[in-house]
């Protein structure tokens, strides 16, 4: 067990350009989550997918977001015509799927948007 | 939608005991959680309650009260390694059952 793993850690780019971060998900789990996380503020819930299948997307999300799991493994959330107001941690979770379960967060990708 | 609240800020002395509210309003109710968070790391699981009542872990302990909406957060033997936020959250029964809502954090300093 390897943990959820984020990639990259960092990433910085100008306003405009796109950007995609990757996550790997605990091999087992079929739920995977996307949050992000601003200076001092909880994180706050994008989108969740159960295996290949995206189930849920915030209100956040707006359509320059969108986020893929092809083969329900991995996953990645792709931000195009980055803003500022984007700048922040990007958090990937995952779950087993099962009762009372816990979400495993990675590291995060922390965004800056110059 | 749902209202997580908890305090911004707590400062405790290293070996003491600090508690750490939390109140909730949600529309359905489907566990709560504590989780640990240090500076520019990820969220770590702590606690999990869905029944009333105090579930204790080590040095970590944590309550519930369904009907009052109430949960704390419970650290005793305070160590310098606890300086971190602690993040409140709630799943709820309906259409995003398996989101978890997080309030903003207690950012808790344990001085010497």
């Known amino acids: 067990d390897t943990g959820v793993s984020q990639n990259p850690r960092h990433k910085i780019t100008k306003r405009g350009q796109n950007v995609t971060f990757r996550c790997d998900p605990i091999?087992?789990?079929?739920?995977l989550y996307w949050y992000r996380q601003t200076l001092g503020q909880g994180p706050e819930f994008l989108t969740y997918f159960q295996n290949e299948a995206q189930l849920e997307k915030s209100r956040l999300l707006s359509d320059r977001f969108s986020a893929e799991r092809p083969k329900g493994s991995f996953s990645t959330l792709e931000i195009q015509r980055t803003e500022q107001g984007d700048s922040a941690m990007y958090l990937c979770?995952?779950?087993?799927?099962?009762?009372?379960?816990?979400?495993?967060f990675g590291s995060g990708t922390q965004l800056s948007v110059l | 939608g749902q209202n997580i609240d908890q305090p911004t800020e707590m400062t405790a002395t290293e070996g003491a005991i600090v508690q750490i509210n939390c109140t909730y309003q949600?529309?359905?109710?489907?566990?709560l959680f504590w989780y640990q968070q240090h500076a520019g790391e990820a969220p770590t699981f702590l606690s999990y309650n869905v029944l009333d009542g105090l579930e204790e872990k080590g040095r970590f302990s944590s309550f519930l009260s369904r009907s009052k909406g109430y949960s704390y957060l419970l650290l005793k033997e305070l160590q310098m390694k606890d300086s971190a936020s602690y993040l409140c959250a709630v799943r709820d029964t309906g259409a995003g059952s398996y989101q978890l809502t997080f309030g903003k954090g207690t950012k808790l300093s344990v001085i010497p």
């Open positions: 091999s087992e789990h079929n739920r």
């Open positions: 949600t529309s359905g109710f489907n566990g």
């Open positions: 979770a995952s779950s087993p799927g099962t009762a009372g379960e816990k979400l495993f």
